[in-house]
């Protein structure tokens, strides 16, 4: 008698990371249900990504239904009968969205989502987080330490005290990590609650087929945008994933009885500052990078954040398109030093394909190249449609 294939139902199917995932799961052998919005789904965005991942809508073992974590009949009509694992990858990651938005999608949705798996016996209950909840750490200039890596047992929705609305000893830095704060905390209730549980946090994702975040980045240099950076960025850390090394995690985890119930830094080994970062990016790009020296990154912080306030009004008065990265949220982030323990994630035995950044961005940037993506400057630009 054949074997059952485990099913396994996916939220966010359609994303990016979401369509990487889907790719591990039909090479472990899972049938999948793929679940997003009906707009989205088949769409020229998503069908840009299946060439990406070389996974076809038609996949065997694939099908695509869809769901609307605002409307919990449509993820009851999606739900199969009987689910193994569920992987909600699905938020609003969008730096430029006003936190009721984000509250609606990514807390009220997974609510939802939770709700419509009532009675559903689970293996497996994979959720994506952020390492953006553990908060920005403060500076020396605020007489604390720095350059202190986060580990699973720093303030976090899972150990900080009930009463906390964010990380102790950090501050969250824009409303998107709110929403993840606030969505995680629902998580870990239902794990008290019996749901079998797996909470991940990714370090800034990158890959073959995003051009947000450190995609947006290499984009931002390609283009010339990035013409200089304060000499002092070499005292600050930033942190990287490989998309392919997230959702082979997340099925690694999965497959783990002995694991139910543990959150995990999903983060490679690379210890690097932004300046040598964009450098790197730089020198792969074909372009020139100088160091300011008078300049610091607080500074820079300041103008860009000013720069982003411009930009968002003359989006919304004019309907002007603006640079994706030009995000009064995204600025949120400058000058701020992120170093991520991965060492909980290794101990499962799991091994990074791409443990160091330069590796992982070699390649990416050299699909961006062979996708026209580092001459297009429409992939710079964000409208308001």
């Known amino acids: 008698m054949a074997r059952r294939k485990r099913i396994s139902f996916v939220t966010g199917a359609a994303g990016f990371s979401g369509g990487w995932l889907i790719r591990e799961l039909l090479e472990a052998g899972d049938r999948v249900i793929a679940t997003d919005r009906k707009e989205v789904i088949g769409g020229d965005r998503h069908r840009g990504l299946l060439d990406v991942t070389e996974t076809g809508m038609d996949a065997p073992g694939l099908e695509w239904r869809p769901a609307d974590l605002l409307d919990v009949a449509s993820i009851q009509e999606a739900l199969p009968e009987r689910v193994d694992r569920v992987f909600h990858v699905a938020s609003l990651y969008d730096y430029s969205a006003p936190i009721e938005r984000l509250r609606a999608i990514n807390v009220e949705g997974t609510r939802h989502l939770l709700a419509a798996l009532a009675g559903h016996d689970l293996q497996r209950f994979v959720h994506w987080s ?113 998309v392919r090394d997230l959702a082979r995690f997340a099925v690694h985890v999965a497959e783990r009885a ?50 982003a306030h411009a930009a968002d009004y003359a989006q919304r008065r004019w309907g002007l398109s603006r640079p994706q990265m030009l995000e009064i949220q995204s600025a949120t982030y400058m000058a701020s030093s992120y170093w991520l323990s991965n060492r909980k994630s290794l101990e499962t035995g799991f091994e990074y394909r791409y443990p160091d950044v330069r590796e992982g961005m070699k390649d990416t940037i050299a699909w961006m190249r062979e996708q026209g993506w580092l001459t297009d400057k429409n992939r710079l630009m964000q409208t308001t449609s």
């Open 130 to 242: 952020t390492c953006g909840v553990f908060g920005k750490p403060y500076t020396a200039a605020d007489g604390s330490q720095v350059n202190v890596p986060f580990t699973e047992s720093s303030s976090s929705p899972r150990t900080a005290a009930p009463e906390l609305q964010g990380p102790k000893g950090t501050h969250l830095v824009n409303a998107y990590s709110l929403s993840k704060w606030e969505q995680e905390r629902l998580i870990w209730e239902s794990a008290g609650q019996g749901l079998p549980v797996n909470v991940i946090r990714p370090a800034p994702i990158y890959g073959p087929g995003s051009g947000y975040g450190h995609g947006g980045i290499a984009l931002a240099i390609a283009h010339g945008m990035v013409p200089m950076i304060p000499l002092d960025a070499e005292n600050y850390i930033t942190a990287s994933v490989h």
């Open 258 to 307: 002995d694991l139910v119930g543990e959150d995990y830094n999903i983060v490679d080994n690379s210890i690097i500052s932004y300046r040598e970062f964009l450098h790197y990016i730089a020198l792969l790009c074909g372009r020139r990078i100088r160091d300011i020296p008078f300049i610091r990154m607080r500074h820079l912080r300041q103008l860009f954040l000013g720069a």
